[in-house]
């Protein structure tokens, strides 16, 4: 890897005070409730909601390709050069710039644009895991675009992005992949015993808890970071059902701890942003509060766990996964 930020050393990981990017924060938001709302409309259902989210991209966040008749399309916000960006399989290509202006305004475009592509779409025109939830086409009271806020935040992602695909190698049972929900504006990576759990209670706002016996329909440990619960964001960690003994469960780093008021492990990001190895801090934390969940939980852990590297000694050198450095 070259350039001046390396994996793994703190300068890769980007200051962002929550504080000073709320309003932008919560305009983007809205609108990736939307087009994760355009996905969730043309998609079949994968268990656990899986065909919903989004994921990081090499210039910000992508749905990948989502089907439409015998093609697909796909839409990412481009946190590089602030647009969002909609193409087809047949070489359609419309743009929606990323810039301040009401959620009302970026609804019509993106809905515009879609139509421009021959993609009409109907989506359920209000947020889901807000408190309060404005239609999209009269939302005016969000309106506020950072591109420095929105670059930094794709960079926060990112290191989270790289330590949780990495995390996630670690495991062989079913185990999700590292994504974007936009419901709750979070990266999750989640991992799953294979035993069914009981059904959830619900009540997450503006959403019917059918939505959640779907997501939680199987015991499980998710972890990820969102732009929340600490004063840079937080990386959290919690069990499904949560099991006797997890919260009192020893975990790394010394920053880690157990919030009874979320219930779950959170690590200020910014603990893992100022560590010598912040690619070690989070990865521990990762690991033991998986572990949690795991060893209180009565996990099957040799089925479920293997090391990434088990054939490397097979190898050839040339085939052997690039790290960095190497």
């Not at 990820?224 to 009192?248: I, K, R, T």
């Not at 050839?316 to 790290?323: E, M």
């Amino acid at each position: 890897m070259t350039g001046e930020h390396t994996a793994g050393t703190p300068s890769a990981w980007p200051a962002l005070r929550v504080a000073d990017w709320t309003d932008t924060r919560d305009t983007l938001h809205m609108w990736l409730q939307i087009v994760g709302k355009v996905r969730l409309a043309h998609a079949p259902l994968l268990n656990h909601w899986w065909q919903v989210t989004s994921y990081v991209s090499p210039r910000g966040l992508t749905t990948s390709a989502i089907p439409f008749g015998s093609g697909v399309f796909d839409i990412e916000f481009d946190f590089i050069d602030h647009q969002l960006v909609v193409r087809t399989s047949d070489g359609g290509v419309r743009t929606v710039a990323l810039e301040s202006r009401p959620v009302a305004d970026f609804y019509r475009e993106t809905m515009q644009a879609l139509r421009e592509l021959g993609i009409p779409t109907t989506i359920q025109p209000s947020p889901n895991e807000v408190e309060v939830a404005v239609p999209f086409a009269e939302d005016d009271r969000h309106d506020t675009y950072d591109p420095g806020a929105a670059h930094l935040f794709w960079q926060q992602l990112l290191q989270a992005d790289r330590v949780l695909g990495e995390f996630r190698s670690y495991f062989v049972g079913k185990v999700s992949p590292v994504h974007f929900f936009w419901g709750a504006m979070d990266l999750a990576c989640t991992r799953f015993s294979g035993r069914a759990a009981p059904p959830h209670p619900g009540g997450a706002p503006n959403c019917g808890d059918w939505v959640m016996e779907e997501g939680y329909s199987r015991e499980l440990s998710s972890c990820g970071f969102w732009p929340g619960g600490g004063e840079e964001g937080a990386f959290y960690a919690y069990a499904y059902p949560e099991p006797d003994g997890f919260a009192g469960h020893a975990v790394a780093p010394d920053a880690a701890f157990y919030s009874k008021d979320n219930g779950q492990f959170l690590l200020p990001y910014e603990a893992v942003r100022t560590a010598d190895d912040p690619d070690r801090a989070l990865a521990s934390f990762l690991h033991t509060t998986y572990e949690a969940a795991a060893v209180h939980g009565g996990w099957d852990r040799a089925a479920l766990e293997d090391d990434p590297d088990r054939w490397a000694p097979r190898r050839p050198r040339h085939h052997r996964r690039q790290r960095e450095g190497d």
